[in-house]
């Protein structure tokens, strides 16, 4: 049996000490970064916080989105990344082309990007926005460590104050990007019940314990690999201890936008930044998320004076 793709599966540890989510991103990863033309450097990391996106994704309860963005000061200045709760991910980036040309001249590009070398001192804001009128919620945390993973533990620290492990990797398998990840949650004070009726702590920490360390026996080729069914990867890393699996939720590339939207926004604008935008008696308007061009003839657009 061929083991699905594109989605994040998540998991609990039978002994109460983790829960978890685990990520597999194929052709979603690889048409949001084929719809660009970055260097690879670039698509790499925007591939790593596509997959930290879809990690975060399982704290969409309801209908609503998720939206991380990633600001530096060097060579990358913004990477955005969103997600709908039905599993719609998108995700672009804005970059200094000649300090990533000067970092891939380094041989950065060659191993696994570290962030202060592309970011400077970055930082990373969540935002999680309701489609009911709940508030939304806003998370703003110093891009804080060498790689992803651990900039990821940092903000799981001090946003929701929960020691959390992540494992993150992307690359090419057969010349499409793939990318994978892997979270665990300490669940802290739930030891589970033994017969006696108290909470056994000593074991659910021995437990914590034992599943931090085979997660980090996972490697990069397990992580990228379609070979591996995730129920056989996970019951590989925590059988020990016992796994449950949850039903596995879909992830798909699909951008929001549309000439509806589009011309909406333009007609929100005041005509003298409209016609600051005009080029040939046209308006051109590109989509960061998917790079397709709109085009409006000033004929379509209500509130331009004509
Ligand atoms: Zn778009």
Redesign the pocket.
Known sequence: MKAPDNLVQPFQVESMAAQGRLVRLGSALNEILSAHNYPDSVARLLGEFIVLGAILSGTLKREGVLTIQAYGEEAIRLLVVDLTHDGNI?GYARFDEAQIEKLSGQGISKKTPEIPDFFGSGRLVVNLVYGDSARPYQGIVPLEGCILAECAETYFKQSVQSEAKFMVAVGRVGGAWRGGGLMLQHLETRGYQVQSGENDLDNTAESWKRAKIMMRSVTEKELLSLEVHPHDLLYRLFNEDGVRVFPFESLQMN????KDRVEQVLNSFPDAELEKMIVDDKILVH??????EYQFRLDQIDCISQ
């Open positions: 998108r951008c929001r936008c549309s989509c960061e998320f998917c790079n397709h």
